[in-house]
């Protein structure tokens, strides 16, 4: 049974901080993978996706990386800002017709 | 841009009652998926359907039954609300190996 990770479940950091936030899966067969920002009482939004062919990919001050064989992905956000404050969620796709496995989400504060 | 909508984005409803939440979708997705939301226990999958007409149970259906007559609409129906039904609930689509896109939640209570 597939497990996604994500540790630590809360981080605070200074603004204008690169950071990295990791997303760790126990079962390398998949399709792709998604990572999601959630703001308080909102729904998710689909920050970037990766397909399984795929090492990375970029969208502004956002870069997600994607290493299969190890289990891993990493979120890199450049430049950090109080703005970025949410809950950010990864989730991988095992396969057609199938539902997503999410992990926990790790809560990012930034401060001014 | 993919565009998922929800009926409500609050909803205060009676024990006992029956309650339904609307989902739709205009990018013609063929799956479409029922989470709930809870504090400290996640996202959990209630039902989930690939095709119309087709549904799936997910790690939580009891409680739940669903409806997709249309493509575009997935329907979650809670039969007899009860007070642990109480949770935000988030409906989703996609196309196969796209992207997932949801909606803005549904913020259910039951009193």
């Known amino acids: 049974k597939q497990e996604v990770t994500q540790i630590p479940a809360a981080l605070s950091v200074p603004e204008g901080e690169n950071l990295v936030l990791n997303c760790s899966f126990t079962?390398?067969?998949?399709?792709?993978l998604q990572w999601f920002r959630q703001d308080p009482g909102k729904g998710l939004t689909s920050l970037l996706l990766?397909?399984?062919?795929?090492r990375e990919q970029t969208s502004g001050r956002l870069n997600a990386s994607l290493d299969k064989s190890s289990g891993r992905s990493t979120l890199y956000i450049a430049a950090s800002q109080p703005g970025d404050s949410a809950t950010y969620l990864c989730?991988?796709?095992?396969?057609?017709?199938?539902?997503?496995?999410f992990g926990k989400g790790i809560t990012l504060s930034v401060r001014p | 841009d993919v565009k998922v909508t929800q009926s409500s984005r609050y909803l205060v409803k009676r024990t006992g009652e029956k309650v339904f939440l609307e989902c739709v979708q205009d990018?013609?997705?063929?799956?479409m998926f029922w989470y709930r939301q809870d504090p400290g226990l996640g996202l959990r999958l209630i039902y989930f359907?690939?095709?119309?007409?087709?549904?799936e149970k997910g790690d939580i259906p009891e409680g739940y039954s669903v409806s997709r007559e249309k493509k575009e609409r997935f329907s979650l129906i809670l039969e007899s609300a009860s007070t642990n039904q109480t949770s935000m609930y988030l409906c989703?689509?996609?196309?196969?190996?796209?992207?997932?896109?949801f909606g803005p939640g549904t913020r259910l209570t039951v009193l």
């Open positions: 989703a689509s996609r196309r196969d190996k796209s992207a997932q896109f």
């Open positions: 079962d390398s067969a998949i399709y792709n």
């Open positions: 990766i397909q399984s062919s795929q």
């Open positions: 989730a991988v796709n095992p396969g057609a017709n199938s539902k997503l496995t």
């Open positions: 990018m013609d997705h063929e799956n």
């Open positions: 359907s690939y095709d119309v007409k087709m549904k």
